[in-house]
């Protein structure tokens, strides 16, 4: 008796339905009408809003109209950073939403990026490149940065990573920052393991990753995780 292939091979096209000694004229066995469909494709992520089949859901503190998604790692690991930026709102409602700090090399190509990204989402970033007029006593001006920002942004880099080794301006930032619950780091062409080899206390915050969002992206979580001024009025994010 024909047996038709189509549980192994699949009619995907014409010509395989001619083939099958079953389905291609006057054989006995499967119908033609039960020709095998390749299963559907599921991706792991969601473009849109509300969860996917990987459980990523919207922020509490993202607004109704956001389409964004965030993992529970992420929620997690950002509840602390928003629950100090909100304390900060209230208790120094002029201060900048984030102190940005990056490598010296990244100045004018990832730091810049995530920068203008951050500024066209209506962010207000501390950026050493447009903050410290030339002239100005640099590492007087980094404290006064950190003092004047909410947040801290660590754009963890290659070119970060061979600073925080030799020791400089971006270790000294990231000491201040580190003592205090508003640092996010932003890991961007490099890896956590790669981080943890050179700075375990860093590693041990987890942030974002641009290996899982585009560069946009995470500044669209930036901006929803710092814009606290039209919510001073509302209860504090509760701890996880």
Same mark, same amino acid.
């Given at each position: 008796m *024909?047996?038709c292939?189509?549980p192994a091979?699949?009619?995907?096209t014409? *010509?395989g339905?001619?083939?099958?000694?079953?389905?291609?004229?006057g054989?006995?066995?499967?119908?033609?009408?039960?020709s095998y469909?390749?299963?559907?494709?599921?991706?792991s992520?969601?473009?849109?809003?509300g969860?996917?089949s990987?459980?990523r859901?919207?922020?509490?503190?993202s607004p109704?109209?956001?389409?964004v998604t965030?993992?529970?790692?992420e929620?997690?690991?950002?509840?602390p950073?928003?629950?100090?930026?909100?304390?900060?709102a209230r208790?120094e409602p002029?201060l900048? =939403?984030?102190?940005?700090?990056?490598?010296?090399d990244?100045?004018r190509?990832?730091?810049?990026?995530?920068?203008?990204?951050?500024?066209?989402?209506?962010v207000?970033?501390?950026?050493?490149?447009?903050?410290?007029v030339?002239?100005?006593?640099?590492?007087?001006?980094? =404290?006064?940065?950190?003092?004047?920002?909410?947040?801290?942004?660590?754009?963890?880099t290659?070119?970060?990573l061979?600073?925080?080794?030799?020791?400089?301006?971006?270790?000294k930032?990231?000491?201040?920052?580190?003592a205090?619950?508003?640092?996010?780091?932003?890991v961007?062409e490099?890896t956590?393991?790669?981080?943890?080899?050179?700075?375990?206390?860093?590693?041990s915050r987890?942030?974002l990753?641009?290996? =899982?969002? *585009?560069?946009?992206?995470?500044a669209?979580?930036?901006?929803?995780?710092?814009?606290v001024? =039209?919510?001073?009025?509302?209860?504090?994010?509760p701890?996880?």
């Amino acid at each position: 008796m *024909s047996r038709c292939t189509a549980p192994a091979q699949g009619h995907r096209t014409a *010509s395989g339905r001619a083939a099958c000694p079953a389905c291609s004229g006057g054989g006995y066995g499967y119908s033609s009408s039960r020709s095998y469909d390749p299963p559907p494709v599921y991706t792991s992520r969601s473009s849109g809003g509300g969860s996917s089949s990987s459980g990523r859901t919207r922020a509490p503190w993202s607004p109704s109209t956001s389409s964004v998604t965030y993992t529970p790692a992420e929620v997690k690991a950002l509840t602390p950073v928003r629950r100090t930026a909100e304390l900060r709102a209230r208790q120094e409602p002029d201060l900048r =939403d984030v102190f940005l700090c990056h490598a010296w090399d990244d100045r004018r190509g990832a730091a810049k990026e995530l920068h203008d990204l951050l500024e066209a989402e209506g962010v207000s970033v501390w950026f050493s490149e447009k903050d410290i007029v030339l002239g100005q006593p640099f590492m007087r001006e980094i =404290d006064r940065g950190l003092a004047r920002s909410r947040t801290g942004l660590v754009l963890v880099t290659p070119a970060l990573l061979k600073r925080i080794d030799r020791g400089g301006v971006s270790d000294k930032e990231l000491s201040e920052l580190l003592a205090r619950d508003l640092l996010l780091p932003v890991v961007h062409e490099t890896t956590y393991g790669e981080l943890r080899n050179i700075s375990p206390l860093l590693a041990s915050r987890n942030g974002l990753d641009t290996a =899982d969002d *585009s560069m946009a992206e995470i500044a669209t979580k930036i901006a929803e995780l710092v814009a606290v001024e =039209d919510d001073l009025t509302a209860p504090p994010t509760p701890a996880n």
